[in-house]
């Protein structure tokens, strides 16, 4: 029974939790699988640009929504055009807090003023070295992310 109770401690003392490593640093995407609709599969080739770079208490996240670079805006774009552009960016930053296995994120500004409204958003969150998976469904479902680590704070 010792020998048992020793091997539980030493594995969990060996299984570093999200919450004990850090997620300072910069962070890009380069895996996003998709469970329904047209867009549905594991992509890796056609992941568009993005950045979420996370201080001690803060974080800012930008990227591009979908799998095809946005078009370039014309001179004289239309409304349309600039909607076209406009909608599949995400921008907003603000405060997080984490736990062993989420993310908490609380805007303070952001692209969409509605994102602004102080409601907070969780993300299921793991972490293996300099890999860290983000997920939105929490029952198995939902659109995953993998981002790497680009740069240490």
Do not use: C
């Amino acid at each position: 029974m010792r020998s048992l109770s020793i091997a539980v401690a030493l594995i969990a003392v060996a299984t570093p939790s999200l919450f004990a490593q850090s997620l300072e640093g910069v962070w890009k995407p380069v895996v996003v699988e998709v469970d329904s609709g047209a867009n549905s599969g594991r992509h890796t080739s056609d992941v568009q640009p993005g950045l979420i770079i996370f201080t001690k208490q803060h974080y800012s996240i930008l990227f591009v929504q979908g799998f095809a670079p946005r078009s370039q805006l014309s001179d004289s774009a239309k409304d349309d055009e600039l909607g076209r552009v406009f909608s599949p960016f995400t921008a907003n930053a603000g405060t997080y807090q984490r736990t062993d296995s989420s993310i908490t994120f609380t805007p303070i500004v952001a692209k969409v003023p509605a994102v602004m409204s102080g409601r907070s958003f969780t993300l299921r969150a793991r972490m293996k070295g300099d890999s860290l998976s983000l997920s939105r469904g929490f029952g198995g479902g939902g659109d995953r992310s993998t981002w790497i680590r680009v740069e240490r704070r």
